[in-house]
C-alpha cells in the first residue's frame, strides 16, 4: 500500500516560533524528534485503494510495504466496531528490519537507566492512533475517515495518548501546517533522561512528564516542578507517562484478576475479544502491566486484525498457539482461535449497582457461536485463591464513589505486592548464587556464579518462601513449576545472570584497582604485562559502554594502572601499545 503523497522537504526552523524547552538546539534536523517518535502517519480512506497511507512526517523515514499495510488495517476499526466520532487506541507491530532513518538513536545509556518494562523496543513499533469518523456529505461515500497515527518505540501510553488529544483536533481542522508546526515542537523537546521530570510545550500547551528509572520506588511519585514554578500557561501534568486507569480497564474481571494474574505470569496464549479497539488495546495493555516490575517477555499486540502479516502464524492449526496476548474486535476470531486455551471475551462496560458486570468463568467447549456471551472460557484452574477482601474493598470504595486514581491504586498496589510475593524468594535464591566478595583475586580469573538449581530453591519455599509476605493461601509450589517452563522465568533469569555477570566483573575490577600494581609486576614477563594491559583496557571499554556497574574512581584508577603499566616496558613495546 503505497503512500498517496509524503511531507514536503523540512522548512527553515527559524520561520516555526515553537516554544523552547531552553536547551540547545540539537546537532542535525529530527534527531531530538527521533527520541520521542520515529515518524507520524495519517490515514485515510480511499475509495479506490481502502485504506491509504496518506502521509509519513519526517518524509526521510522509511517504512517497509509491510509495515505501511499493517499501520494502514490497524489504524482503523474494524468495521465490527461501528466507532463513530472519535476513537483512542494502540497496537503494536512487528519491525521488518534495517535501519530506517538517518538518525540513529543510542538506546543504551536510555535503556541501562530505564526499568525494564519501559525500555525502547528493538524488535517492535508502538502505534498511538486518533482516528475520526464522522458523516460528511461533501465526501461520496458520505463518511469522513481518518487516522493520526503516532510510531514509537517508547511505551510511553498515557503521554502519547495526551499528545493525540491535544494535536489531532487541530489536525483535522488545519491539516498538514498544523502537523508540521507540532513536529518542529516535538523536535525542541529535551530527551527522555530517566529519573528526570520534564516540560514537553506542544499547541500552546505545556506537558509535565517524569521519566521513570530504575531507581525510582514502585508507586512514589516523584512529579514535581522542575525548577519553574511560575510556567504560563501552567503545566498539564501527567501522573504518568505509561500508567493507564487500572480499576477502569479491568472493572468486568475484576472477580477473575487473580487467575488472569497467573495466565499472564506463566505467557499463556490469550485472546481477548472487545467490543472495540479502545476496549481491546486498554485492556491487553492492562493485563500486560499487572506483573510490573517482572519485565512482559512475551509478544502482545493490543489491537490485531485478520489483515495482519502474523494473522497465519498465530491461527494455524498445526503447532501449539504462541505465547501472545491478542486483542481483537472480529467475532470471527472465535472461530479461528477455538483451539487457543483462553479466550476472554468482554462486553460494552456496564454499570449494575456496584461492580460492573462480571465476566463468568466457563468451559472452552462452550465457545461454539460468533455471539458467545462475555466471559474468560479456560479449563485453567488457577494455584493460588482468590482475594475476597480485596473485592470487598474496591466493592466498598464504589459504592463510596471514592476517586478512580484511589480505587486504582488499591489494585495496583495488590497486583504489585503479589508479584513482588513470587519474585522476592527467587531473587533472595539467586543472590545466594553469586560468589562472596572476599573469594575475587585480583590477579585470578573471577570465580563462576553457580547453576540455579529448581529443586534447590523448591527446597528453600519452606523456610523463605511468598507466605512470609503474602497472606494468600494456595498452592505455590506448582505455581513455581509452571513458571519455570514458561518463557518470563527465562527472560528473568537471563536478565539476572547477565546483571550479576556484570557486577562480578566490576568487583574483579575494583579488586584489580585497590592491589599494588607495582608488587604484582616484580618478575612478570612483557608477555603478562601486556596481556594486563589489554584485559584492562577491555574492561574499561564495557565499564564506560555503560554495561560495568562501577565508579568514576575506579575508571580513573585502571586508567592510570595502565600508564603505569606501560611506563614500566621498552620504548618499542610503549610505542606499540599507546597508539590510538
Known amino acids: 500500500m503505497d503512500a498517496l503523497s509524503g511531507a514536503g522537504p523540512r522548512p527553515d526552523r527559524d520561520r516555526l516560533d515553537a516554544p523552547s524547552s531552553g536547551a540547545?538546539?540539537?546537532?542535525?534536523?529530527?534527531?531530538?524528534?527521533?527520541?520521542?517518535?520515529?515518524?507520524?502517519?495519517?490515514?485515510?480512506?480511499?475509495l479506490e485503494l481502502g485504506q491509504a497511507l496518506e502521509l509519513v512526517y519526517p518524509s526521510d523515514f522509511r517504512l517497509t510495504d509491510k509495515e505501511k499495510n499493517g499501520i494502514c488495517y490497524l489504524s482503523f476499526p474494524d468495521s465490527h466496531s461501528g466507532c463513530l466520532g472519535d476513537t483512542q487506541f494502540t497496537f503494536r507491530i512487528r519491525q521488518c528490519g534495517g535501519q530506517r532513518s538517518p538518525r540513529t538513536t543510542d538506546d543504551r545509556l536510555y535503556n541501562s537507566e530505564a526499568p525494564l518494562s519501559l525500555q525502547r523496543e528493538s524488535a517492535h513499533y508502538f502505534g498511538y492512533v486518533y482516528f475520526r469518523q464522522v458523516k460528511d456529505s461533501s465526501v461520496k461515500r458520505g463518511y469522513f475517515q481518518k487516522s493520526l497515527?503516532?510510531?514509537?518505540?517508547?511505551?510511553?501510553?498515557?503521554?502519547?495518548?495526551?499528545?493525540?488529544?491535544?494535536?489531532?483536533?487541530?489536525?483535522?481542522?488545519k491539516l498538514a501546517p498544523c502537523l508540521e508546526a507540532v513536529c518542529n515542537e516535538i523536535d525542541q523537546w529535551p530527551a527522555p533522561v530517566p529519573g528526570q521530570t520534564l516540560n514537553l510545550p506542544v499547541v500552546g500547551v505545556i506537558l509535565q512528564v517524569h521519566i521513570p528509572s530504575r531507581v525510582d520506588k514502585p508507586e512514589s511519585s516523584p512529579l514535581k516542578q522542575c525548577g519553574q514554578e511560575n510556567l504560563l500557561p501552567a503545566p498539564l501534568v501527567l501522573t504518568s507517562v505509561h500508567e493507564l486507569d487500572l480499576f477502569r480497564c479491568l472493572q468486568p474481571v475484576l472477580t477473575h484478576v487473580q487467575t488472569l494474574w497467573e495466565l499472564m505470569l506463566l505467557g499463556e496464549p490469550l485472546v481477548v475479544l472487545a467490543p472495540s479497539p479502545t476496549v481491546s488495546s486498554e485492556m491487553v495493555l492492562a493485563l500486560t502491566s499487572c506483573l510490573q516490575p517482572l519485565q512482559f517477555c512475551c509478544d502482545y499486540r493490543p489491537y490485531f486484525t485478520i489483515h495482519d502479516s502474523e494473522f497465519k502464524e498465530f491461527t494455524t492449526r498445526t503447532q501449539a498457539p504462541p505465547n501472545v496476548v491478542l486483542g481483537v474486535t472480529n467475532p470471527f476470531f472465535i472461530k479461528t482461535l477455538q483451539h487457543w486455551p483462553h479466550i476472554l471475551r468482554v462486553g460494552e462496560p456496564k454499570m449494575s449497582g456496584g461492580l460492573p458486570k462480571q465476566v463468568k468463568l466457563k468451559k472452552p467447549s462452550r465457545l461454539k457461536t460468533l455471539d458467545t456471551k462475555p466471559g474468560l472460557y479456560t479449563t485453567y484452574t488457577a494455584h493460588l485463591r482468590r482475594d475476597k477482601a480485596l473485592l470487598k474493598r474496591l466493592l466498598r470504595g464504589l459504592q463510596k464513589k471514592r476517586p478512580a486514581g484511589v480505587l486504582t491504586a488499591l489494585l495496583r498496589r495488590h497486583l504489585l505486592e503479589l508479584t513482588q510475593s513470587f519474585i522476592i524468594p527467587l531473587e533472595h535464591y539467586m543472590a545466594s548464587l553469586m560468589p562472596l566478595q572476599k573469594s575475587i583475586s585480583p590477579w585470578k580469573t573471577p570465580p563462576q556464579i553457580r547453576p540455579f538449581h529448581q529443586d534447590d530453591f523448591l527446597c528453600s519455599l519452606e523456610r523463605a518462601g511468598p507466605q512470609l509476605t503474602c497472606v494468600l493461601k494456595g498452592d505455590w509450589l506448582g505455581l513455581y513449576r509452571r513458571f519455570f517452563k514458561s518463557p518470563h522465568f527465562d527472560g528473568w533469569y537471563r536478565q539476572r545472570r547477565k546483571e550479576m555477570a556484570h557486577k562480578l566483573e566490576a568487583l574483579h575490577l575494583e579488586a584489580i584497582c585497590e592491589a599494588n600494581i607495582e608488587t604484582w609486576m616484580e618478575g612478570k614477563s612483557e608477555v603478562e604485562v601486556v596481556d594486563l594491559v589489554q584485559k584492562l583496557r577491555e574492561k574499561l571499554v564495557r565499564a564506560q559502554g555503560h554495561q560495568l556497574p562501577v565508579k568514576e574512581e575506579t575508571l580513573q584508577q585502571a586508567q592510570l594502572y595502565i600508564e603505569t603499566?606501560?611506563?614500566?616496558?621498552p620504548k618499542d613495546l610503549q610505542a606499540v601499545l599507546c597508539r590510538p
Do not use: K, M, N
Request: hydrophobic content about 55%.
Open 24 to 46: 540547545r538546539a540539537p546537532v542535525t534536523p529530527w534527531a531530538r524528534f527521533s527520541a520521542w517518535l520515529e515518524c507520524v502517519c495519517v490515514v485515510t480512506f480511499d
Open 149 to 173: 497515527v503516532l510510531v514509537s518505540r517508547l511505551p510511553f501510553v498515557r503521554l502519547f495518548q495526551a499528545l493525540l488529544s491535544l494535536i489531532a483536533p487541530e489536525y483535522f481542522d
Open 565 to 569: 603499566v606501560i611506563g614500566s616496558l
